[in-house]
């Protein structure tokens, strides 16, 4: 690694990365520094890049650091390196075809945030299967007067329906208010099958703890119960990646979660930041291994 004031040459993957202007605060209140979200990310890129591999990504771009002007970027930049692998997709609103990006090494994952990409965004399927994904995804997003206590209890009301299905599931903070609950899955069935599939389970739970859970349509984060985002199983929209940082204050993380964390109660979506995260993975692994390892089937829509 070579080093000048306010930029490196990071040597990952045997290839070179340019890093920049590291000493510009991202999180001013924080003091927190470009140049530490890109150590979080080279160190992180083991326990991620499982995640992102043969998946399309989103990403959250702030050039100026969280409280500048920021856009979401699913197609790779002009000045995209040719190491980093793109794929065409032609979406089915318009006639353009466009390069997704696909991260398959530190040195990409680095790249890319150095681009000011904060978050990581992943679609719920894979290469070569993209119209089928291999996981369903229930998004709890709190109501204005939910507190995160709300969303673990709902956490476990989804849980509990889940195992009385016979499927296994996962647990993570979404990274701001709320929770990502995921069921691994074989790549066997679309994505609209997928999404009603997951509403059916919502309406279950809505019916069954009405003052707790309700159900995504229109506009969300209203009131004290806990909306499940069904919408999320479709086919492009994305889900904030397991270990992404989140342009929020503090630098939290969406991290997976043991169920006993969930049921203890006593967890917060603050504990889990830039700071706090790296020395968790250390101690407990990659709680969400099990998501990789699919193998499931959704019963019949309940």
């Known amino acids: 690694m070579t080093q000048t004031a306010g930029q490196a040459e990071w040597t990952l993957d045997r290839r070179t990365v340019l890093v920049t202007h590291l000493d510009k605060l991202f999180w001013p209140a924080d003091g927190v520094t470009k140049g530490e979200m890109l150590e979080y990310y080279r160190d992180m890129a083991e326990v991620m890049l499982p995640h992102f591999r043969d998946r399309p990504l989103t990403l959250r771009v702030f050039p100026e650091g969280i409280h500048g002007f920021s856009f979401y970027r699913r197609d790779a930049p002009e000045d995209t390196p040719a190491w980093l692998r793109t ?5 089915k609103t318009t006639d353009e075809v466009i390069q997704l990006l696909i991260v398959e090494d530190a040195a990409g994952l680095v790249w890319l945030a150095n681009q000011g990409a904060i978050e ?42 889940l195992q009385a299905l016979g499927l296994r599931c996962y647990p993570k903070t979404s990274g701001g208010r709320g929770m990502h609950i995921y069921v691994p899955l074989e790549p066997a069935h679309p994505f609209d099958f997928v999404r009603e599939w997951v509403k059916g389970v919502a309406h279950q739970l809505a019916a069954a703890y009405p003052d707790e859970i309700a159900v995504a349509h229109g506009p ?38 043991r169920w006993e964390e969930v049921e203890a109660g006593d967890i917060r979506p603050e504990h889990f930041t830039i700071r706090t995260v790296p020395a968790r993975v250390v101690k407990e692994g990659d709680l969400f291994a099990g998501v990789l390892q699919g193998g499931q089937t959704l019963p019949v829509p309940p």
């Open 87 to 91: 794929v065409d997709y032609q979406p």
């Open 120 to 161: 990581f965004h992943l679609w719920t399927s894979r290469l070569p299967a993209l119209p089928y994904p291999d996981m369903a995804v229930f998004d709890l997003d709190p109501g204005d007067q939910a507190d995160f206590g709300r969303v673990l209890q709902a956490a476990l009301r989804v849980r509990d329906a």
């Open 220 to 257: 969300t984060h209203r009131g004290a119960q806990v909306t499940i985002d069904h919408a999320q199983n479709s086919l492009g929209r994305n889900t904030a990646a397991v270990y992404t940082l989140r342009a929020q204050p503090h630098a939290p993380v969406s991290t997976p979660l």
